[in-house]
């Protein structure tokens, strides 16, 4: 069923006020980013991989009567190498690939802005350490 013109205009509306309030929600609705075409990108690499390695099996059963089917297997191993290279580093983007404004803030949490019952290691160290400082001066 399709919408009225004034149906339209009020999810036009609607639309715009929700880009404006929150457009970190709009962009992952949207789901534009990197993390998606590195996922794809490491999915592609990961195939690649597996068509390497059924290069160097066959190559390798092939090369049993004859010499020329050698070349066949390195070339599944240059793939296969290639391909986990390629996988390697996209996932390692997917993994960091965070949209702006997502990340915490590393002065704020320092501050101790966050519940103490949610601080990290890290966080509780780092304050322990400036405690010392500050009265050891």
Wanted: positive net charge.
């Amino acid at each position: 069923m399709a919408l009225s013109n004034e149906e339209q205009r009020l999810l036009e509306q609607m639309e715009a006020a929700l880009a404006a309030e929150d457009p970190k929600l709009v962009n992952a609705m949207r789901g534009t980013g990197t993390r998606r075409v590195h996922r794809r990108r490491a999915a592609l690499a990961g195939v690649a991989f597996f068509g390497g390695l059924v290069l160097l099996v066959v190559g390798l059963y092939l090369a049993t009567g004859a010499r020329g089917y050698i070349a066949l297997s390195v070339l599944g191993f240059v793939l296969m190498v290639a391909a986990a290279v390629i996988a390697i580093l996209s996932w390692q983007h997917v993994g960091s690939a965070v949209e702006a404004g997502d990340r915490p803030d590393r002065a704020k949490t320092a501050q101790g802005s966050r519940a103490p019952g949610n601080q990290g290691f890290m966080d509780k160290m780092e304050e322990r350490w400036r405690k010392r400082r500050d009265e050891g001066m």
